[in-house]
C-alpha cells in the first residue's frame, strides 16, 4: 500500500488535501494517463485483464472497492481500498480485478503509459502462458 501527501487542515472543516507526486514514494513511475471509473453499483466486478509493461496506482477516492491481484503462480492477494489518502500499486503482469463495495464508489487510475490495446491481456488462460514464458 501507497501513501499519499496528505495534509490536513488545522480547521476540521477545510478537510484535507492529498497530492500523488510521479517518481516519488507515492508513484513510482512517471505519469502519462489519469483516468477514474464511478457510477458502478454495489456488487459489480470491473478488470480481469492484465497489463504487459503497464503500471499503475489505483485510489478509492470515494466508497470501498475490493482489488484482487494475481501474479498467475498461485499468489492472489486481495486489499480493500476505503481511504483517499491510499494507493496501491499494480505492476506489470498481474492479473486485477475490482469490485464495489459501496454504490457510487470512485476509483482514481494513474497510468505509466498511455491507452495501448495491444498492452492488454484479457483471456486469463492466455495470461498464465504469458507468465510461464516470462519466468
Not at 469490485?99 to 495491444?118: F, I, M, P, R
Amino acid at each position: 500500500m501507497l501513501k499519499m501527501i496528505e495534509r490536513k487542515s488545522a480547521d476540521p472543516r477545510n478537510g484535507s488535501l492529498c497530492v500523488a507526486e510521479a517518481a516519488s514514494e507515492s508513484v513510482p513511475f512517471d505519469i502519462n494517463r489519469v483516468y477514474y471509473i464511478y457510477g458502478v453499483q454495489r456488487g459489480v466486478q470491473r478488470g480481469a485483464h492484465a497489463h504487459k509493461t503497464l503500471k499503475q496506482v489505483l485510489i478509492c477516492v470515494h466508497g470501498r472497492i475490493e482489488i484482487s491481484l494475481d501474479d498467475g503462480r498461485g499468489n492472489v492477494q486481495t486489499t480493500v481500498l476505503n481511504e483517499p489518502s491510499d494507493g496501491l500499486y499494480v505492476g506489470p503482469g498481474m492479473w486485477r480485478t475490482m469490485k464495489w463495495l459501496q454504490d457510487d464508489s470512485v476509483l482514481l487510475v494513474l497510468a505509466s503509459e498511455h491507452y495501448n490495446e495491444a498492452d492488454y491481456i484479457r483471456d486469463y488462460d492466455e495470461f498464465i502462458e504469458y507468465g510461464k514464458r516470462r519466468s
